[in-house]
């Protein structure tokens, strides 16, 4: 036989499995068909009421849109038994209208993200360190935003001083919604703005004044702090202090601000006896959701040591089963209302159902996750306060995954970065 009519053989064997590879990958497998052909054969009414499963955790929180736009429901409907009244913003009207967002230092991109993806007419930018701005909101406030207000006036050093420019606007505003007010002038939580926080209490002061002495009538109904306002009444004149002669100026209702804070900034007093910091996180969780459990209600406490959140919630009167492996605080284990179980948190099943079920695991979160849905699912539980631990990277969607399980278990979740959570983010659930 010739050389030409003979079939040449690879060398080695490897040499063979590597042309086998390229060979394979050269000509890649048809995809299949079969799902795609089967619906091929249904009718088209049947494809049109096919309604598919959502896969995150927005989507299992938003009912499916059947038609138009979706009108918000008004700021005096009555919640549902068991949930808290926690009243949406309105973002039917407010598209096209400038709203300014403050956010942890670091987070300014997952801001973005977030605004990006909930709306994508919103167009937000980058304003300057913690601070972000959008042509609308998102009709359910923004997990990493402490605060945020639609901009009526900004004002520069070449309108003149801040506090007479920004009086005129803003007492006409107030003239029509006789309403009980107070101002809130802060600055963005950024190393290069901090230095003017002195700045903003005195221009607070000037424009408090010059809004009485513009408009009589609305002295009133001045009220010195936002915690004497009812928390879902009165309006609050918000100034952030971008600059030492540099101001954005805005009025909102007090019942859409998630926090009664200047600025998001929500230094809230643990206990006296609390034996860590975290306590401060469960006080400002508890203003965010505006409710906690009653004197009396049996409560659960999951990787309770030292006894932070417990100390919290023995304050407020609740009785509380503690369960970790760690020690409790010893001054804290001889409270009556308090009853402490060694044992491993994953392990723990209540006796019967609480009201309530606070964690705060220092462990793998998606883990963590599985378990408080395991909660909800059985029943052994009503509502649900957590803070989740989150990557370095990613956030947004980590958040939204998180989310996502926690609703497998209870019917409405809410997330939020608080002031005093650092890489981490507070949930709030209820399974009613």
């Not at 913003?89 to 598209?95: A, G, K, N, Q, T």
């Not at 050093?157 to 803003?170: D, H, I, K």
Request: net charge positive.
């Amino acid at each position: 036989m010739s050389r030409r009519g003979r079939t040449e053989r690879p060398k080695s064997r490897s040499a063979g499995r590597a042309g086998r590879r390229n060979r394979g990958a050269e000509a890649p497998a048809p995809p299949r068909e079969g799902r795609r052909d089967r619906r091929r054969g249904e009718s088209e009414a049947s494809r049109a009421t096919r309604t598919e499963r959502p896969t995150s955790g927005r989507a299992l929180r938003e009912p499916p849109r059947t038609g138009g736009p979706r009108k918000a429901a008004p700021s005096t409907e009555k919640p549902e038994a068991g949930l808290p009244f926690v009243p949406r913003p309105r973002p039917s009207s407010d598209l096209g209208r400038r709203f300014v967002w403050t956010c942890r230092p670091g987070v300014e991109a997952e801001l973005l993200e977030e605004l990006a993806l909930g709306r994508p007419a919103l167009r937000p930018e980058r304003l300057g360190p913690s601070l972000v701005a959008s042509q609308g909101r998102l009709a359910d406030w923004p997990t990493f935003a402490r605060t945020g207000f639609p901009v009526l006036a900004e004002l520069g050093a070449e309108a003149g001083p801040l506090a007479c420019c920004l009086a005129g606007p803003l007492a006409e505003r107030l003239r029509r919604t006789p309403e009980p007010w107070v101002v809130q002038a802060w600055v963005p939580d950024a190393d290069a703005l901090n230095p003017l926080a002195s700045r903003a209490e005195s221009l607070e002061s000037e424009l408090r004044a010059a809004l009485c002495a513009t408009e009589p009538a609305l002295v009133p109904l001045l009220r010195e702090r936002r915690s004497a306002l009812q928390r879902n009444e009165g309006l609050t004149v918000q100034v952030c202090l971008t600059a030492p002669t540099r101001a954005l100026c805005g009025l909102v209702a007090a019942h859409e601000l998630p926090t009664t804070a200047a600025g998001g900034r929500a230094r809230s007093r643990a206990p006296k006896h609390a034996p860590s910091r975290a306590a401060r996180k469960l006080v400002e969780a508890f203003d965010w959701i505006g409710q906690g459990p009653e004197p009396g209600e049996r409560v659960v406490d999951l990787g309770a040591a030292p006894g932070g959140w417990t100390a919290v919630l023995l304050e407020r009167g609740a009785h509380v089963v503690a369960v970790d492996l760690g020690q409790m605080d010893p001054a804290l284990a001889r409270h009556r209302n308090l009853r402490v179980i060694h044992g491993n948190a994953f392990h723990h099943e209540p006796e019967e159902p609480v009201g309530w079920l606070f964690c705060d695991l220092a462990w793998r979160p998606l883990e963590v996750a599985s378990l408080l849905a395991k909660w909800g699912r059985r029943g052994w539980t009503d509502a649900l306060v957590a803070n989740l631990k989150l990557p370095m990277r990613k956030k947004l969607g980590f958040v939204e995954r998180l989310r996502g399980m926690l609703g497998e278990g209870f019917r409405t979740v809410r997330a939020r970065q608080l002031y005093h959570d650092r890489e981490e983010v507070t949930f709030a659930a209820w399974r009613r």
